[in-house]
């Protein structure tokens, strides 16, 4: 099992009022291809802000992030933009899209700007039609992103983030703003994605949602602190109330 992405020693510091905050110390991470790995902890952890460090929204303070073998600490602020452009996919709580393009514009405008993708115009909508088929969207693909549910978008956000063939998705609390049968429907549609092969790192509040995680990662005050490795999840209803249990167990000797 080859790994897809590795931190060594990852520090990240803010400098607020003249007061240095650690917000990130000395993170040693390993993701392999194929897992799908939830990052847990309680608000101001560091969540969110390791997320954003290993996919290279944000600069480590120090240490090294390794990304399919390449230290993108190193990259230009240029060449990381298109790493993340050709070789990453995001979704995020906040289902980011632009306003005067349509759903399908939106889901294929990753592909466009691609300067890896060769394909035309005609076979890069195709592409997008085949992946919002896929997550049960291919009749709203015409509309204006304000005409569609919340769990419309989020899948939509979804078919975006896989229409250059990632790597590795990144996901930050990707069902923080839906109810519970769209969040259900959104992990669905991760855990096929995972399935298929698509290594995910999933940002989560939700015990629920980690559960259906292969591993689940606990930080606090900035560090990892516990490591709960739960398995492929199979699928069905006993085996997820069990592995909820399981993890809600753990979670409290954590301090959850």
């Not at 073998?69 to 979704?91: H, N, P, V, Y």
Request: net charge positive; charged share 25%; proline share 2%.
């Amino acid at each position: 099992m080859s790994t897809v992405l590795q931190t060594k020693g990852l520090c990240k510091t803010y400098i607020v009022n003249k007061r240095q905050n650690n917000v990130l110390k000395n993170i040693d991470l390993t993701i392999n291809e194929g897992e799908m790995v939830a990052i847990m902890g309680p608000s101001g952890s560091g969540k969110s802000t390791l997320l954003y460090c290993v996919s290279g929204m944000d600069r480590v303070t120090a240490g090294e992030v390794l990304f399919g073998g390449k230290d993108t600490s190193k990259l230009s602020e240029k060449a990381m933009a298109r790493l993340r452009l050709d070789e990453m996919g995001f979704i995020f709580q906040q289902m980011y899209m632009m306003k005067n393009l349509s759903v399908l514009d939106n889901i294929i405008l990753p592909a466009v700007k691609s300067k890896k993708n060769t394909e035309s115009r005609k076979k890069t909508e195709e592409r997008g039609r085949a992946l919002m088929r896929r997550l049960g969207i291919d009749d709203v693909g015409g509309n204006d992103i304000n005409e569609v549910s919340g769990g419309q978008l989020q899948r939509a956000c979804i078919a975006r983030s896989m229409i250059n063939s990632p790597k590795m998705i990144f996901a930050d609390e990707p069902t923080g703003a839906l109810n519970r049968s769209s969040s259900d429907e959104v992990m669905k549609e991760l855990i096929s994605l995972n399935n298929d092969g698509t290594t995910i790192m999933c940002v989560t509040h939700d015990p629920k949602v980690a559960a259906k995680c292969s591993r689940v990662l606990y930080i606090m005050d900035g560090g990892i602190v516990g490591e709960k490795e739960l398995g492929h999840f199979g699928g069905s209803d006993t085996e997820l109330r069990s592995r909820e249990r399981d993890l809600n167990n753990w979670l409290m000797e954590q301090g959850w």
